[in-house]
């Protein structure tokens, strides 16, 4: 009996395949890399200084390695390892433990094992570029009928927005709309006027940073990068308790409905 469980998941399935419940099929013998990953530390030297100085840090890349063996008819079984972990391709992988259910996006480096060796076992290196697991949970508030949720995640990180604008009006509505994280002070506003049944789509996640306006009188969507107010930052969530207000400069408030997604993430499972 695991005391985890591990889920894949990748095109050719239609959802999350749980490889720990395939007792007569595989047995897991080794889960390496769900620990924190080692981080790069750049320092420099200063002349006859003792030591360092420091000057960076940042985690590199993860590299999960799962050892499993196939059980019962090992031709099969090795093949359906075959298609769980396709070399070359991009998976997920979801662990699930007592007070932790997360996931992770990767890539199979490696599928390692002799087929002489009895029993046979294989070596699956999973590279995942982005070190961090997501919770398998998105939390999601309205404003403005809701203003606080909580990051308990293990690192600071950033928010998806989606903002529609209903007014009855056909001209431009809605003036220099700022949205605040009021107790951390940020903020990201935008000097572009919205009109009815826009809708605004904003990432202030590390990597996917984007805003961009989605209008139904034209083809694409319009980046508002240049659009940005003075002073606006990628609003990022602190540990802990978070609380999101809006405004804008002409009265248009009752216009605007915005959602805020977020989504805890951990440096080990």
Known sequence: MYAYKLYVYNERFVGWYDVTQQNEWFSILRVDGLNPPAANINTSTGGTLDGTFFNSARLGQRNIVITIMPRGDIELNRQRLYNLFPVNREIQLRFKNGNRDVKITGYVESFEGSLCDFPQTFTISVICPRPFFDDHTTTTITLPNESAFRNDGDIKNGVTMRI????????????????????????????????????????????????????????NPVNLL????????????????????????????????????????YIGV
């Open 164 to 219: 529609n604008i209903s007014s009855s009006l056909s001209h431009e509505a809605v003036r220099d709309l700022k949205i605040t994280n009021y107790l951390t002070g940020e903020y990201i506003g935008f000097t572009a006027g919205f009109i009815h049944d826009d809708t605004i789509v904003i990432s202030t996640i590390a990597g996917e940073l984007m805003a961009e306006v989605r209008r139904s009188s034209l083809p």
């Open 226 to 265: 240049r659009n940005l107010s003075d002073g606006s930052s990628w609003l990022k969530m602190k540990f802990g308790e978070n609380a999101f207000s809006f405004s804008t400069s002409n009265d248009t408030a009752k216009y605007v409905n915005i959602q805020i997604s977020h989504i805890n993430q």
